[in-house]
C-alpha cells in the first residue's frame, strides 16, 4: 500500500530545481502533496517537473518580495492555497572575517534569512484564514554552532532559527506550525563544489577534502538529501501538529 498522508496538500518548496530541495519536493510527491517549485533557474525546475519531482515551476527571486507574491499567486491560481511552504533556497559565502565585506553579509542575510520571510509572508494570511499551514526552514548546523571562516552565513542561519522561534509563538493558536531543519553538510552539488575549492585551495586531494568537511559528523559521512527530506515530510503531517517553533537536527549527533 502506498502511503499517501499528504494527499490533497499544496506544498511550495524554494530553491527546488536541485539538491536539499529538489530531495524534498520529490518526497512531498510521493506523500501525496502538489508541489510547486520555485527558484532562479528554469531549466532546473522545468526538469524537476519532466522528471515527476514537481508537478509546476515558477521563476522568481526569493529575496524579491513582489517577485515572491507573483510567484505565490501563480502557484495559488494553478493548485490553489499553499498548505505546505519550505523555504529551502538558500547560499553560502566562505572567507575570514577580516575579507567578509559588509556586501557578503547583505548577500547572505538576503538569500538565507529574508528568503525565509518573504516566503512566509507571502503564504502566512492564507494560511491562518484557513486554519492551517506548516511553514519549514531549511537552516543549517550553521545556526545552531558556530563555523570558522562562514561568519556571514553563521550569521544569517543563526537568524532564521530566531524567525522560527518567534513566529511560531506569533502563530502557535492558528493551526499553523513553524519549524527549522538543520542539516549538516550534505551530499549535494553545492558541498561538491565546495569540496572542488578546498582541494585548490590547499591542494588537498578529494577524500582529504571530504574528510575535512565530515570531521565534524560524528558518523563521519555527509547526509543524505532524503534524509533531510524526510524530516519535512514529517513535520508537514498531521503527527507533528505539536511541534512547532522547534530546530530539527539532521547531522549525525554533531549536535
Known amino acids: 500500500m502506498i502511503m499517501t498522508p499528504l494527499k490533497g496538500r499544496h506544498a511550495l518548496v524554494t530553491g527546488g530545481g ?14 501525496g502533496a502538489t508541489v510547486t517549485v520555485v527558484g532562479r533557474s528554469a531549466a532546473s525546475l522545468e526538469q524537476a517537473v519532466a522528471l515527476g519531482d514537481a508537478h509546476a515551476a515558477t ?25 505546505l511552504m519550505i523555504a529551502n533556497a538558500g547560499s553560502a559565502a566562505s ?8 556586501d557578503m553579509f547583505r548577500r547572505m542575510l538576503d538569500v538565507n534569512l529574508l528568503g525565509v520571510t518573504t516566503m512566509a509572508q507571502a503564504v502566512l494570511g492564507s494560511m491562518t484564514e484557513r486554519g492551517f499551514g ?12 558556530g563555523y570558522p571562516y562562514v561568519s556571514a552565513y553563521c550569521a544569517a542561519k543563526h537568524a532564521v532559527i530566531g524567525f522560527v522561534r518567534a513566529l511560531a509563538l506569533e502563530t502557535a493558536k492558528t493551526g499553523v ?6 542539516p549538516g553538510f550534505s551530499d549535494t552539488d553545492l558541498v561538491a563544489e565546495s569540496l572542488d575549492r578546498i ?26 538529501p532524503a534524509e533531510i527530506a524526510d524530516a519535512v ?3 508537514c503531517g498531521e503527527s507533528a501538529r505539536s511541534v512547532t517553533g522547534q530546530a530539527i537536527v539532521v547531522a549525525g549527533g554533531e549536535l
Open 177 to 182: 506550525t513553524v519549524n527549522a531543519v538543520c
Open 95 to 102: 572567507a575570514p572575517f577580516l575579507k567578509s565585506d559588509p
Open 18 to 31: 536541485r539538491g536539499i530541495g529538489r530531495a524534498i519536493a520529490a518526497s512531498l510527491v510521493k506523500a
Open 59 to 83: 521563476v522568481a527571486d526569493v529575496t524579491d518580495l513582489q517577485a515572491v507574491q507573483r510567484a505565490v499567486q501563480a502557484a495559488v491560481d494553478r493548485h490553489g492555497p499553499v498548505d
Open 233 to 235: 515530510v514529517w513535520l
Open 199 to 224: 582541494m585548490a585551495k590547499t591542494n588537498r586531494t578529494r577524500d582529504e577534502a571530504l574528510a575535512e568537511l565530515v570531521k565534524h559528523n560524528p558518523q563521519g559521512r555527509l547526509i543524505d
Open 134 to 145: 506548516r511553514i519549514v526552514a531549511v537552516a543549517s548546523t550553521a545556526g545552531l554552532k
